[in-house]
Every structure is written in C-alpha cells, then in structure tokens.
T-cell receptor, first 117, second 111 residues
Framework: GAGVSQSPRYKVAKRGQDVALRCDPI?????LFWYQQALGQGPEFLTY????????KSGLPSDRFFAERPEGSVSTLKIQRTQQEDSAVYLC???????????????FGPGTRLTVL | QKEVEQDPGPLSVPEGAIVSLNCTYS??????FMWYRQYSRKGPELLMY????GNKEDGRFTAQVDKSSKYISLFIRDSQPSDSATYLC???????????FGTGTRLTVIP
C-alpha cells in the first residue's frame, strides 16, 4: 500500500518568505509527527498530532513554526518569515497506534528539503 | 550534551565484514530502542526494535541493549554493498511518543 507522502520534495525560499509543507500519512494512521533533520544530523522532534489534536508542540523552535491537521488526516507545517537556519529536511511520520506501546512504529515519508537563501 | 550520542563516522568496511554500530544515552527513562536505516534523500526506515535490555536478532542484524551502561549496539553480519546507508539509533520513554535520535553513522560497504 501507499506509504507516507510529502510535498513538495524540494523547496527553495528567499529569506522572509512563508512556506507550507504537506504530509499525507498512511490511511487510518492516528498519530502524526513532524521532525526536522539538519544536514549531517539525526531528526529532531517538532510536533505530534493524535487525530486532529496537536498534543505536543514542544519541539517547534519558534512561533514562526505552525502545524495543523484539521481533519485528522493530511497535515501542513507552515513556516513564516523563513530564516537561513530553517534550511533542513522536514520529515513527517505516521503511526497506527493511538498510544505508545510495544509495537508503536513510526513510518517516515521521504521528507521535504527546504533551502532558504 | 545531547541525550543520545552516536559516532557520525564515516565508516568504510569491505564486503563480508562484521559491522558494529553503537549509541550511548543519558536519559534512564528510555525504554524503547530502535535502529533506523536511511538511504540518501530518503526517509528513515525501521530496522530493529527492542524493548528494555537484551538482544534481538533478525537475519544478519542483531540489536543489543545494555540499560545499566546506557549503551545500545547494532551488529551487521556478512555486510553487503546494499547495506551502505546512514544508520540512526532512536529511543523513547514509556508513555512518550516522540523519538530521540542519534546523529547517525554513515556506513559504506566496499565490494
């Protein structure tokens, strides 16, 4: 079946521009995560949704970052007034399970590579 | 200090070699330990999953967790060129949802 898809795959923005990154999770997956992966680093947690509820946004680096999942399926990560330090790969992951358990597996999308000039 | 430390490498080995990858961590609340493989310009894919301490084997891959030392390892036997990728360790606590990742170790298996 289809995995997690993300669009666009690549985005170049001028400093100060707003960008919107889309994530289509695996159908029926309750949980959705956003991670930021800087060059040469591991992914770092940004935010977590359970259905349409944003339960954890502790990883968002500033108030310029905003995420939503209004119908509990597709999610959008928006970055306002982009800065050069926002350049990274933004990964989306989804999971079937409502709560963390022993078989909680996160399936990752290919990511959106954002470059801010 | 990061919660999860991992040697970024790069690591180059000849085909057929045994590869040892490892991570250390500082948070004693971590209970679930994972190894992900990430090919260039792709998202991470789950390789191995272990709960608490112990060993787990899956084909050529063995994952070990030593909670007393806060140290986890991944062993790859009979390494193949197709194993060339970045290997990320990840972990989380009970009741938590987000994963804490290591930096990733870039592995190249030379034919």
């Amino acid at each position: 079946g289809a995995g997690v898809s993300q669009s666009p795959r690549y985005k170049v923005a001028k400093r100060g521009q707003d960008v919107a990154l889309r994530c289509d999770p695996i159908s029926g997956h309750v949980s959705l995560f956003w991670y930021q992966q800087a060059l040469g680093q591991g992914p770092e947690f940004l935010t977590y949704f359970q259905n349409e509820a944003q339960l954890d946004k502790s990883g968002l680096p500033s108030d310029r970052f905003f995420a939503e999942r209004p119908e509990g399926s597709v999610s959008t990560l928006k970055i306002q007034r982009t800065q050069q330090e926002d350049s990274a790969v933004y990964l989306c992951a989804s999971s079937h399970h409502r709560t963390s358990g022993s078989d909680h597996e996160q399936f990752f999308g290919p990511g959106t590579r954002l470059t801010v000039l | 200090q990061k919660e999860v430390e991992q040697d970024p490498g790069p690591l180059s080995v000849p085909e057929g070699a045994i590869v040892s990858l490892n991570c250390t961590y500082s948070n004693s609340a971590f209970q679930y330990f994972m190894w992900y493989r990430q090919y260039s310009r792709k998202g991470p894919e789950l390789l191995m999953y272990t709960y608490s301490s112990g060993n787990k084997e899956d084909g050529r891959f063995t994952a070990q967790v030593d909670k007393s030392s806060k140290y986890i390892s991944l062993f790859i036997r009979d390494s193949q060129p197709s194993d060339s990728a970045t290997y990320l360790c990840a972990m989380r606590g009970t009741g938590a949802n987000n994963l804490f990742f290591g930096t990733g170790t870039r592995l190249t298996v030379i034919p």
